[in-house]
């Protein structure tokens, strides 16, 4: 778990973070990393990192903090896909987890997924985010966790 790590996105790595490809049908689920980088730029809460796995770039995640509540959402998480299927994206969700929590003081966070996107529902079940009965103004189903 230890060879999963974060960084922030600089020209060192922005190149290399912005040809993450996903597999084909998924691109449906989630912005391009070119979108999101843009929103982090309009919205300067949005914090956006490159996943490494060791010193190789495998993935893409966003986070940010909002209003008065300090609502914490782990917003887009990505792997590539020459890393899809190994467990990275499980481990980087649990190091994400641990990481935003700390970051903002908080102990819940949230993150929503289109409803068809059934893997990433049920990764994120299975690491205790609930369906908290509401959808986002995208009609994205919005899942909690309680740290």
Same mark, same amino acid.
């Given at each position: ?5 974060? $960084?922030?996105?600089?020209?060192? @790595?922005?190149?290399?973070? $912005?040809?993450?490809?996903?597999? #084909? ?6 912005? /391009?990393?070119?979108?999101? *980088?843009?929103?982090?730029? /309009? %919205?300067?809460? +949005?914090? #956006?990192?490159?996943?490494? %796995?060791?010193k190789e770039i495998v993935g893409f995640a966003? %986070?940010?903090s909002f209003g008065p509540n300090k609502d914490? +959402?782990?917003? $887009? ?5 020459? &890393?899809?299927?190994? =467990? *990275? =994206? ?13 970051? &903002?003081?908080? @102990? !819940?966070?949230? *993150?929503?997924?289109?409803?068809? @996107? ?10 205790g985010f609930e369906y908290i009965n509401e959808?986002?103004? @995208? =009609?994205? *189903?919005?899942?909690?966790? /309680? !740290?």
């Amino acid at each position: 778990m230890d060879r999963i790590s974060f $960084r922030d996105i600089d020209s060192s @790595n922005e190149r290399i973070v $912005r040809s993450i490809k996903l597999k #084909p049908g998924q691109e449906k689920f989630i912005e /391009t990393v070119d979108e999101c *980088l843009k929103e982090a730029q /309009t %919205y300067q809460e +949005w914090h #956006p990192v490159a996943i490494y %796995y060791d010193k190789e770039i495998v993935g893409f995640a966003m %986070y940010g903090s909002f209003g008065p509540n300090k609502d914490t +959402w782990i917003d $887009r998480i990505m792997i590539d896909e020459k &890393y899809q299927g190994k =467990g *990275l =994206g499980r481990i980087a969700m649990i190091k994400l987890i641990d990481i935003v929590s700390m970051e &903002y003081g908080v @102990n !819940v966070i949230y *993150l929503s997924i289109i409803e068809e @996107n059934r893997a990433a529902q049920h990764l994120y079940e299975s690491l205790g985010f609930e369906y908290i009965n509401e959808k986002d103004p @995208n =009609g994205e *189903l919005i899942f909690k966790y /309680t !740290v």
